[in-house]
């Protein structure tokens, strides 16, 4: 890696955490960052999984004070954790052409979640606390949305929040932290599983790891004086221009 390819990744990294911190969505500019210094797809996907983890743990401990009782948390984790080995799983078993193919779409998909966050957290925030659910409508949500987070990851983190907030008997705080907690728990099965079976860019990681934490913590205190309409369409202009180029160069391959 020569130094315009590590700065590259440093400014995705810090800017992957500030964004996580202040809107989600960040895992698409270090996803997009990694392939952009030449790492293929399917290695970019695993290894920004590994890079981001710490991140995720640490939002967990953020919201340490509103995640539920031990004994609600023990019912939702399994399920979470099986989506989250069946979805890294299927993505250790695509192969790497098909992949290819795969990620301009999932890139489009993820920039199309990501502008439309604030109507979904909108949602949310109407949603929470309203009693409409079955133990079994969760469980059975939080496993695909483990398959999703396990096997995508982009833009999980909205996806699963407003999951969660339909099926979800709490208030936004607690809905927010058990969201955190399944995406930090769906991340780990991931993390495993791909340093075990798969295949990562640990130089890049030793870049994005560090960043995404300064990046994050920067992020809680700096970037919410930004515009927030701004930040969210330069990620949308920027993921959505990205999907289409991957998906150009992926049609023109032989």
Not at 142 to 159: D, E, L, N
Not at 206 to 215: E, F, H, N, S, Y
């Amino acid at each position: 890696m020569d130094p315009i390819q590590a700065t590259l990744l440093l400014a995705a990294g810090l800017l992957t955490g500030a964004l996580n911190a202040f809107a989600g969505g960040g895992s698409l500019v270090a996803f997009s960052a990694l392939i952009g210094v030449g790492i293929p797809p399917l290695t970019a996907k695993m290894t920004n999984t590994v890079a981001v983890f710490p991140g995720n743990v640490a939002s967990v401990v953020g919201g340490h004070r509103d995640l539920p009782a031990r004994r609600e948390a023990v019912r939702i984790l399994p399920a979470a954790l099986l989506g989250g080995v069946v979805g890294s799983v299927l993505l250790l078993l695509t192969p790497t052409r098909v992949f290819d193919l795969i990620v301009p779409f999932l890139v489009l998909a993820a920039s199309a979640v990501f502008a439309l966050r604030n109507r979904l957290t909108g949602w949310v925030a109407r949603t929470a606390g309203r009693r409409r659910r079955h133990p079994a409508a969760r469980q059975a949500l939080v496993a695909v949305g483990g398959v999703y987070g396990g096997y995508v990851g982009a833009s999980f983190g909205i996806v699963l929040l407003a999951s969660l907030a339909f099926l979800q008997d709490e208030a936004l705080a607690r809905t927010v932290a058990v969201k955190n907690l399944l995406l930090a728990a769906v991340s780990f099965t991931a993390v495993v599983l791909f340093v075990v079976l798969g295949h990562v860019e640990w130089s890049a990681v030793a870049v994005l790891a560090p960043a995404t934490i300064v990046g994050g913590y920067a992020g809680a205190r700096l970037v919410r004086k930004l515009p927030e309409k701004l930040t969210r369409a330069f990620i949308v202009v920027f993921g959505t221009s990205f999907g289409l180029v991957l998906l150009w160069q992926a049609l023109r391959r032989p």
